[in-house]
């Protein structure tokens, strides 16, 4: 749905996008993540045929960047990081408008369908620039979906909004996904990429790292398994002789070992563990969260700048 | 087409809830076909025929200010008025041409100032029929005729050029106005010498203006085309 080769933007010296290459389906929630600055917004651009790449070349939803144009914007929806909306005119009208220029048939209706969904209804007729920032957010959702596009992308959809609000746009964003919409979410929220997103790729400038949350993590830090024992076993680590087992370390009263298939050699762990005199507390397989290896990938770029 | 009604009636919308683009489109009508009428009455008391002339050559010189006027305030908040709310990038995301975004804020801003300026001039004229039984036909003559409809159109686009220019170097609404105004009084130098001089306004004055007026549009419209690119919106402007 999404593919770009050697897509580069420089904005005179400084180079924004640096030979970005992407791959992706339709139907997947791509999360990009990266620092401000990193680029994450220009790729944006460029995607949605707003600004044009300097070398490279992409396609989205089937259309040609640069040739095609027109045809990108009919067939993607943005969220920008700001709502951007008419603050005078009413949600409706703000709807209705958007609506129109993207020619979508009962622009009316439309407009009543998203506003019902987001619980808008009721305000249609207010001036969106009366309404909370949780609103306006739904609001400039609504407007990037209005026309059923086949590629979303959203900046930082739960920004300010509250848990609520942030849980049924999540519940949105799965909806479209069931819908076989390609979503391209950039977010610095790191916990909701990993809920929501089939895969995502790191970017400062360009392309750290790609793949699904679950592979990177593997790739990076393998997989583990923490032990928590009741009580003090000391030397157990060492007394540990399983031909599977890659690494053990014992810290605070656990010990965390590093397995190739927890799923097969757990049991085994466990048993010679008990046969070891070990008092076993709790089992259970170490997540380093997407933030900790985001921060970590992060370092070592700025390590490489 | 259909996009450019689209966005037509979206920045009217807009406009009527703006204060102060109210303000800039209906007061200063008000004011100056008020004072024309006040002049043409006073004139039509004067014994000195210079006089009389010098009065009338000034209240129709107001139907050559407004169109360039009028525009200003909805040009300056159409532009940065979206710069304010960051409604460009989402208004750029649509499948609107560039040159359909350039020609809906122009004509957003020409359309009403023509329409206000020629319903201004026809109530003024129906003002001095029913006060002083009418413009004096040696007044009203065809070359003004032909200036209050052919040259005000072409004032209305120099002014909505040069504010959309300037709007989009600007990120204060106020500002783009005042720089605005002092920016398009080249094109009513010609009007002063109008309602200046003691002789009826003649149809070659007329057509010299008509001509270097459509020659400073083209080459500020172009600039302003150049200007209204997605490209330079989103990187260059302010």
Redesign the interface.
């Known amino acids: 749905m999404i593919t770009a080769h050697g897509l580069t933007r420089r904005?005179g010296d400084r180079m924004a996008v640096d030979a970005l290459d992407l791959e992706i389906p339709r139907g997947e929630v791509f999360g990009f993540l990266g620092p401000n600055g990193a680029g994450k917004t220009t790729t944006v651009?460029l995607l949605?045929a707003?600004?044009?790449p300097s070398s490279g070349r992409a396609t989205v939803a089937g259309r040609q960047l640069g040739a095609e144009n027109?045809?990108i914007?009919?067939s993607?929806g943005?969220l920008?990081e700001?709502?951007?909306?008419?603050?005078?005119?009413s949600a409706l009208?703000n709807l209705v408008?958007?609506g129109?220029?993207?020619?979508v048939p009962e622009p009316r209706a439309a407009a009543e369908r998203y506003l019902r969904l987001f619980g808008l209804w009721d305000r249609r007729s207010e001036?969106a620039g009366s309404f909370s920032k949780g609103m306006r957010q739904k609001l400039?959702i609504a407007?990037a979906l209005l026309h059923e596009p086949e590629v979303v992308f959203l900046d930082e959809p739960t920004a300010g909004l509250d848990p609520e609000a942030a849980k049924s746009v999540r519940e949105l964003i799965e909806t479209l996904r069931s819908k076989e919409r390609t979503i391209f979410l950039c977010t610095h929220n790191l916990a909701e990429a990993d809920r929501l997103c089939d895969r995502i790729a790191l970017f400062k400038t360009r392309l750290v790292t790609i793949g699904s949350p679950e592979g990177l993590r593997e790739e990076r830090y393998g997989r583990q398994t923490v032990v928590r024992l009741a009580s003090e076993s000391p030397g157990i680590e060492r007394a540990l002789d399983l031909p599977f087992i890659r690494e053990v370390e014992a810290r605070d009263g656990e010990l965390v070992i590093s397995l190739g298939d927890p799923a097969s050699e757990n049991p085994i762990l466990v048993r010679r563990l008990v046969e070891l005199g070990a008092e076993i507390q709790s089992v259970g397989e170490l997540r380093v969260s997407l933030e900790e290896m985001y921060l970590d990938l992060m370092e070592g770029e700025n390590g490489t700048d | 087409m259909e996009r450019i009604s689209a966005l037509l009636r979206k920045e009217w919308r807009e406009s009527l809830r703006n204060k102060m683009v109210l303000l800039g489109v209906a007061v200063l009508p008000l004011i100056l076909v008020g004072t024309s009428i006040w002049m043409m009455k006073v004139g039509a008391g004067v014994d000195d025929p210079i006089g009389e002339i010098v009065l009338f050559n000034t209240s129709l010189m107001y139907f050559l200010l407004l169109p360039a006027i009028i525009p200003l305030a909805i040009a300056v908040y159409s532009i940065v008025g979206e710069k304010e709310q960051s409604t460009l990038e989402p208004l750029l995301a649509t499948p609107l041409t560039d040159l359909e975004i350039f020609l809906g804020k122009a004509l957003a801003s020409v359309i009403p100032a023509l329409l206000v300026n020629w319903a201004s001039f026809g109530i003024f004229l129906l003002a001095t029929r029913f006060l002083i039984g009418g413009v004096p036909i040696q007044t009203l003559t065809a070359p003004w005729l032909a200036a209050i409809f052919g040259l005000s159109p072409l004032l209305a686009l120099f002014s909505v050029g040069v504010t959309m220019l300037v709007s989009s170097r600007a990120s204060d609404a106020r500002a783009a106005y005042q720089f605005s105004s002092f920016a398009i009084l080249p094109a009513l130098i010609p009007l002063i010498i109008y309602s200046t001089r003691q002789t009826l306004v003649d149809l070659r004055l007329i057509v010299l203006q008509g001509a270097l007026l459509a020659a400073a549009c083209a080459i500020i419209l172009f600039f302003a085309i150049k200007v209204f690119r997605r490209e330079q919106i989103l990187t260059r402007w302010k």
């Open positions: 904005f651009r949605a707003l600004i044009a027109q045809a914007r009919a993607v943005v920008t700001t709502p951007g909306l008419y603050k005078r005119l009208d408008f958007f129109r220029l993207q020619a001036p400039a407007r």
